[in-house]
């Protein structure tokens, strides 16, 4: 996926000529080829007012016009950080819905939580206080360790992610940080729901945890599930195990991935989480169910 100007749905073939089976279909448009850190951890991408894409790898990016459609590659300029702190939102409230589609400032579902948004996706979430929301024009993604043109594997928009920090490795503009746990939201194109589900939960676990091992990747049977709001759709869990421990950062990994219709209700959305498993101060399970409850649609941003 995003390879050049490689419209969404074209096939990628990497080495040995074998198609990747955890490509994807881009929401977003294909950016430029950034420049590499040197390892598969996530990268961020800013996009700025729906029409621009800063790619962020050290302190340098590229700014590309087309938001949706084909981009346009300019010149390198200073990205923004990854850091940049995200909209505040009013983390103390609560309110109940009994209606999936929600505010265009919604309040928490869960007492004392915080509400993540994607207007531009029509999604909206609630994390634990301790999580980091990126702003909403942020997307994050993961690619081929051995890829030159770092061409995403998948990828979600406006992210929160638990201790974004978590375990680092490099130095300098080659330092990478990798999150403990992160969780976004995309649109989905040419597929049902239930490959999609299986798609982004088995995608975060190879870019992310297993690669260049796709064997140590087992995903649960779909299920149908429903949120609290009534939100409906596929269901599907997945973990990585027996990844060997070939660095600090390296370990087990889990991911969910929730896929719904969006708020027009002619396509499908999807919302995935995925976490380091059976580590120090590991997400429980629990807690990535109770985040889950809480996906609920938005009206989207015009």
Request: charged share 25%; with cysteine; net charge neutral.
């Amino acid at each position: 996926m995003w390879q050049g100007q490689q419209s969404p749905g074209d096939p990628r073939h990497p080495q040995g000529g074998q198609a990747n089976p955890y490509q994807q279909p881009s929401p977003y448009g294909p950016p430029p080829q950034p420049p590499r850190g040197g390892g598969n951890r996530t990268k961020v991408i800013a996009i700025a007012a729906a029409t621009a894409v800063v790619i962020a790898a050290g302190v340098t990016g590229f700014l590309v016009l087309g938001g949706d459609k084909d981009a346009e590659a300019k010149d390198p300029k200073p990205a923004t950080s990854p850091s940049s702190p995200a909209p505040s939102t009013d983390p103390g409230a609560s309110a109940g819905t009994d209606n999936p589609r929600a505010d265009h400032d919604p309040k928490p579902v869960v007492p004392g939580w915080k509400v993540v948004t994607n207007p531009a996706k029509g999604v909206a979430f609630d994390v634990p206080p301790e999580w980091d929301r990126k702003q909403t024009d942020w997307v994050t993604y993961v690619a081929e360790n051995d890829d030159p043109e770092d061409k995403p594997l998948v990828a979600f928009m406006a992210p929160a992610m638990l201790d974004p920090a978590w375990c680092s490795s490099g130095s300098g503009d080659k330092k990478e940080n990798m999150a403990l746990a992160a969780a976004g939201s995309r649109s989905e194109r040419g597929q049902d729901p239930e490959a999609a589900a299986r798609a982004n939960a088995e995608a975060w676990l190879y870019g992310f945890y297993t690669q260049p091992d796709k064997k140590k990747i087992k995903s649960a049977p779909a299920e149908q599930y429903t949120t609290k709001s009534g939100l409906s759709g596929t269901l599907v869990t997945s973990a990585a195990s027996g990844v060997p421990k070939k660095n600090k950062c390296a370990s087990d990994g889990k991911a969910t991935a929730f896929v719904f219709k969006n708020p027009k209700g002619n396509e499908y959305t999807s919302w995935t989480l995925f976490a380091a498993k059976d580590v120090k101060n590991e997400l429980p399970d629990d807690t990535v169910r109770k985040i889950l409850s809480t996906v609920r649609l938005m009206d989207p941003a015009k």
